[in-house]
């Protein structure tokens, strides 16, 4: 199954480049933070977006500040050499899944959006491994009278095993 990935860059030769080299995935680009923003909200299944620091109508920062309101898409922030510092800090802040320097060769690219697929993919995991718990557990409980702390163990060791 090829994941989806969202480029916002304003940059055509790195929309050429992502039509290109990452064919391995579905690849979306938009040029603008208002153009990514519509993209995301119209369907759900995005698994990472590679977003620039700066976007001709917005803050990068701004972009995934708002793009996280609205999808669980592994956000990825594509640094200029000169925009490093800021971007860490946002990484740091929990923000960014990943920064990536726009200097960066094109196989470190494709590495660092294959990390943020795995890492979509164990979100989506866990939330529905979560709801499915979540489901049993009443009916564990009314069936078995099970405590909460069993509930708990339970979970975990599902949780666990979902991850092997």
Do not use: Y
């Amino acid at each position: 199954m090829h994941e989806k990935i969202l480029v916002v860059h304003d940059s055509l030769n790195i929309a050429a480049l992502a039509g290109r080299v990452l064919a391995e995935w579905r690849i979306t680009v938009t040029t603008t933070g208002r153009d990514g923003l519509k993209a995301l909200a119209e369907t759900s299944d995005w698994s990472a977006m590679l977003v620039a620091t700066r976007l001709p109508d917005m803050d990068g920062m701004a972009f995934l500040a708002e793009a996280a309101r609205i999808s669980d898409a592994v956000p990825l922030l594509l640094a200029r050499d000169g925009t490093l510092t800021a971007a860490v800090h946002a990484a740091n802040s929990g923000s960014v899944f990943r920064v990536v320097p726009q200097s960066s060769p094109v196989e470190h690219i494709k590495a660092v959006i294959r990390d943020a697929v795995c890492q979509h993919q164990l979100i989506r995991g866990e939330r529905e491994l979560r709801a499915r718990v979540l489901s049993l557990s009443t009916l564990f409980s009314l069936l078995f009278c099970r405590t909460q702390a069993w509930l708990h163990d339970h979970r975990n060791r599902e949780l666990r095993r979902r991850v092997r």
